[in-house]
């Protein structure tokens, strides 16, 4: 049980467009699903963090306006990249926990390239 | 905010031999911490989950213990195996809202 899927895990885009990432829990409600960035050799850095049917809380340095969450159901959450730039290629992870539990559940990841 | 610290330096270690590592955090105590296992390229796997009235859990060859008093959480894999090479994380709650804060990771290498 437990299984997050990320669509696509790996995407190419021309500097200016946006890219659309889905998250989704396969086999449980997500009532929370968290948005995470990685790159090479770093560890993980929360983005935001969102709840079925609200908007999401961004993290501290991070744009809103440039990284379009929704989540829309309890089991799809999706992050938009809008007018990526080279510098937002990096791996883009998602994660999900259900009603009052603890553990967080991860996709495989989406790695974006931006040309 | 809380910083989390793990050994940057890879553990090399022989198979059979119980590797150890570390993750050390600085502020408030957590209300749980996590581990974590991550493969390159792919999202982080879910190992343990310790809660701060917990000394001690265990999952197969998997123990992690929590010490509140030393900021201290020791990971410990017994018997390795090569398949158990990988980054582990260590990630502690926010407080609030399920937030997880990531350490830098462990990079672990088990050699035959």
């Known amino acids: 049980g437990a299984v997050v899927s990320q669509h696509p895990s790996w995407v190419i885009c021309k500097s200016g467009t946006s890219v659309k990432i889905e998250c989704r829990s396969l086999?449980?409600?997500?009532?929370?699903m968290f948005w995470y960035r990685q790159f090479p050799k770093q560890s993980l850095m929360l983005m935001a963090t969102s709840n079925e049917g609200s908007k999401a809380t961004y993290e501290q340095g991070v744009e809103k306006d440039k990284f379009l969450i929704n989540h829309a159901s309890l089991t799809l959450s999706t992050l938009t990249v809008t007018s990526a730039h080279p510098e937002d290629s990096s791996f883009y992870i998602c994660s999900a926990t259900g009603q009052g539990a603890d553990e967080q559940f991860f996709g495989p990841g989406t790695r974006l390239t931006v040309l | 905010s809380q910083k989390i610290e793990q050994n940057s330096e890879a553990l090399n270690i022989q198979e059979g031999k119980t590797a150890t590592l570390t993750c050390n955090y600085t502020n408030y105590s957590p209300a749980y911490l996590q581990w974590y296992r991550q493969d390159p390229g792919r999202g982080p796997v879910f190992l343990l989950l310790i809660r701060e009235n917990e000394k001690e859990k265990r999952k197969e060859r998997l123990k992690v213990t929590f010490d509140t008093t030393l900021k201290q959480s020791l990971f410990h894999i017994t018997a390795s195996q090569p398949a158990d090479s990988a980054t582990y994380l260590c990630a502690l709650d926010e407080a609030a809202g399920n937030k997880l804060t990531f350490g830098g990771g462990t990079r672990v290498l088990v050699k035959p």
């Open positions: 086999d449980f409600q997500a009532t929370t």
